[in-house]
């Protein structure tokens, strides 16, 4: 599992490709590994490469993480395309639904006990703003912190969240680490909306000026790469 909070990691992306059921699901993953394990890692500045499954057994979750967005641009122009042929020859007809562009804002960090669990499900929480705000989504985020301290029922399996800003300053994704998909499941079937109880706090996240939409999606941690 990556370090989502880790210092020199400060261009993450994340991109989702359709392929349509767990089989082709498992094809691309292995095709993914195969293509990157038997070529020399593309650049130093590629911390690692991680990918997960859906629950919902169609979609493939990426996310790298770069020191730079100058390195990103370096490895497309002299590594991805051959990365990519390979992998469509192995797979034909991936659906590639587009590259997020972001940069870490704030985390919480699981403390004693819980640090040493292995996350047992990803969570990606993708929310929507109307324009271009870069201090209304910090501000948002801040108001999240806010309700999370003040929750008067703290859900249990919840490990850490990782607040990510879009550097087109449209979108907040939330990468959270839960124990498992149960408890997930068990935290948004609980009283409220959402994961968090009906206090002012929470109310005052959901109904923030200029908030479009939001998405929620389960994955799992399936193949990470790093620099050997």
């Known amino acids: 599992h990556p370090d989502l909070a880790r210092p020199d990691a400060l261009a993450p992306f994340f991109s989702t490709w359709r392929v349509g059921t767990p089989e082709r699901q498992r094809q691309t993953v292995d095709a993914i590994a195969r293509t990157w394990e038997r070529r020399p890692w593309p650049a130093e500045d590629l911390r690692g490469y991680h990918v997960y499954t859906g629950h919902d057994g169609s979609t493939l979750l990426h996310h790298s993480q770069w020191a730079s967005e100058q390195a990103y641009e370096a490895f497309v122009k002299t590594h991805r395309q051959e990365r990519v042929d390979e992998i469509d020859t192995a797979v034909p007809g991936i659906e590639r639904l587009g590259l997020g562009r972001y940069r870490r804002y704030r985390s919480t960090r699981p403390e004693g006990p819980a640090a040493a669990v ?31 301290q003040s929750e008067p029922n703290p859900r249990p399996g919840g490990l850490s969240a990782h607040f990510h800003l879009s550097t087109d300053g449209t979108r907040v994704l939330n990468y959270a680490e839960w124990e498992s998909a149960q408890a997930h499941i068990d935290a948004l079937a609980a009283p409220g909306d959402g994961v968090g109880s009906s206090t002012s706090q929470w109310e005052r996240v959901q109904s923030w000026p200029g908030l479009k939409s939001s998405t929620v999606n389960r994955y799992d941690h399936v193949l990470g790469l790093v620099p050997r």
């Open 118 to 148: 292995v996350p047992g499900c990803i969570v990606i929480v993708e929310v929507e703003f109307e324009g271009s705000d870069p201090d209304r989504r910090r501000a948002w985020v801040d108001a999240v912190f806010e309700a999370l």
